[in-house]
């Protein structure tokens, strides 16, 4: 059995390779790092090759490649298909930045590559600001390696102080009216707190692009899919709110004691777990 870590690359025909490279580039974020008349070879932020594009009468999928443990033995994976009775063999790959590749097709004939190590096809310019959008969360974890430990640690021990701040709550609620209002007024700092907030870049960069077509105006697309998501987080929002004000209301200070304790434990025990979490 083949145990696929990772999917490295798709090629794709189009009779439209252009408009693709627009898409690829302009809303998934990819860079272009080779351009022939009928090709094209389209890279990560961190320059690992990610779409290939070729001219064809229509589009499709026409081969996928997954990576594998560098451990794994190509030609023993071979055998072991051909044993199956699945035709494969173990080649020089097409694209840069892998070398040998174990290749085989399905049932439907799309052609299945499989390889053990790759490295960057290209040097790719990373901007700053939008680098960790478009990069994803994964590749981050990969590249910042032991430092990734050091913030599990520390979330975990912040996870706990909450957990013990919960625990030695009085089981009073607070009262609104002492409560300032920041300086620009809730609006703003909602605002600030939305956008410094990586995980909701991070979420809107991955998510939104799998609901854009391509073929049609992807910038309208998008738009759609924002003002979707956000009336949809008002409603959800605005209904946790009015819940949470009510809840509130038919509480008694013995009640919010017993959910600040458990709230407390389930916290305490959340970091205890993630502090005990290797990466895998």
Request: aromatic share 8%; charged share 15%; with cysteine.
């Amino acid at each position: 059995m083949i145990g696929i870590k990772r999917i490295g690359h798709a090629t794709f025909e189009t009779p439209d390779v252009e408009r693709q490279i627009d898409y690829y580039t302009g809303v998934v974020g990819l860079v272009l790092l080779e351009r022939e008349k009928d090709r094209a070879l389209l890279v990560s932020r961190l320059g690992d090759v990610s779409v290939i594009l070729q001219r064809g009468p229509a589009a499709r999928l026409t081969k996928i490649a997954f990576q594998v443990s560098p451990h794994d033995d190509l030609a023993a994976l071979a055998k072991t298909l051909i044993g199956h009775g699945i035709p494969a063999s173990v080649n020089e790959a097409s694209v840069p930045g892998i070398g040998k590749v174990l290749t085989f097709q399905d049932p439907k004939g799309t052609v299945i590559e499989v390889f053990t190590e790759a490295r960057p096809a290209g040097s790719v310019t990373q901007p700053p600001a939008v680098g960790p959008l478009l990069v994803g969360l994964s590749s981050i974890i990969a590249t910042m390696g032991w430092w990734f430990d050091w913030v599990r640690i520390a979330g975990a021990v912040y996870l706990v102080w909450i957990g013990w701040k919960l625990l030695r709550s009085s089981g009073a609620l607070g009262e609104l009216d002492k409560t300032p209002k920041p300086r620009g007024g809730f609006f703003l700092q909602g605002f600030l707190v939305l956008m410094s907030n990586p995980k909701a870049l991070l979420w809107f960069g991955a998510f939104i692009p799998q609901f854009v077509d391509p073929s049609g105006n992807y910038v309208g697309q998008i738009i759609v899919c924002g003002l979707t998501a956000m009336a949809t987080a008002a409603v959800t929002d605005g209904a946790y709110a009015i819940l949470g004000g009510r809840t509130g209301k038919i509480m008694s200070r013995q009640r919010i004691r017993l959910a600040s304790r458990l709230s407390g434990l389930f916290l305490i025990g959340g970091g205890v777990w993630l502090a005990f979490t290797r990466a895998r």
